[in-house]
């Protein structure tokens, strides 16, 4: 969780290179639960709320950590093409994925 790890990504023809950090725990995003009975547009809307708070806390986390590094923030994110927001949620999300399915207990 300490380690900043460094991505690169083909935007327009061009490299862009972003970095983030895996959370703790206490790091994760605190945010209300929806009710049960929330409509599926609802749930949809919610899901894409915590999975965009979660990815920009680890950008930011890792910015903290190497400033020289950063290319993307939470302040800077909603400028960014949206496109291009895609792609690097869509990488961080991945690496995620996949340090999951390497990582076994025992």
């Known amino acids: 969780t300490a380690e900043v790890q ?13 970095q983030f950090c895996e959370l ?7 945010l209300k639960w929806l009710d049960e009975n929330s409509s599926e ?3 949809a809307e919610w899901a894409s709320k915590v999975g965009t708070e979660r990815i920009l806390l680890m950008i930011d986390k890792a910015n903290k950590k190497n ?10 994110w909603t400028t960014l093409p949206a ?5 690097i949620a869509a990488v961080i999300l991945q690496v995620e994925t996949q340090v999951k399915e390497n990582f076994t207990i025992g």
Request: proline share 5%.
């Open 6 to 18: 460094t991505e690169t990504i083909l935007y327009r023809g061009k490299d862009f290179t972003f």
């Open 41 to 43: 547009d609802k749930r």
């Open 24 to 30: 703790e725990e206490q790091e994760e995003p605190k």
């Open 83 to 87: 496109t291009l927001r895609y792609q």
């Open 67 to 76: 400033p020289k590094g950063a290319t993307v923030s939470s302040d800077n």
